[in-house]
């Protein structure tokens, strides 16, 4: 079972490197990113090491948020050899998510 990690400028580069990852842009303060925190998680423990699931501050990592051109949180970004593949904003439901995460 594979849990969701917490990335930041520092560690974000490695920890998607040669991997399809989902990552989720959120915020405390919001709402809709509380709602989705739990489904994160779900999908992380569904997708187990075939894939990287993780979450990004955007207040804590201003420059990477800007590096994805997040304008609205929350954003879910399907990164696949360091590219964006796939994106969505706002909840969605886990099997969304864990189907495109197979299909990066």
Same mark, same amino acid.
């Given at each position: 079972m594979s849990e969701t990690k917490h990335l930041n400028a520092?560690?974000?580069?490695? +920890?998607?490197?040669?991997?399809?990852?989902? =990552?989720?842009?959120? +915020?405390?303060?919001?709402?809709p990113c509380r709602m989705l925190g739990p489904v994160i998680d779900e999908v992380a423990a569904a997708v187990g090491e075939d894939a990287v699931v993780a979450k990004v501050n955007v207040d804590e990592a201003q420059a990477l948020a800007t590096?994805?051109? =997040?304008?609205?949180?929350? +954003?879910?970004f399907i990164v696949k050899d360091g590219e964006v593949v796939?994106?969505?904003?706002g909840v969605q439901d886990k099997q969304t998510l864990v189907n495109a995460i197979k299909s990066a």
């Open positions: 520092d560690n974000f580069d490695e +920890a998607v490197k040669g991997k399809v990852a989902l =990552v989720d842009f959120w +915020a405390e303060w919001c709402g590096k994805f051109g =997040v304008r609205s949180i929350p +954003a879910i796939n994106q969505f904003v």
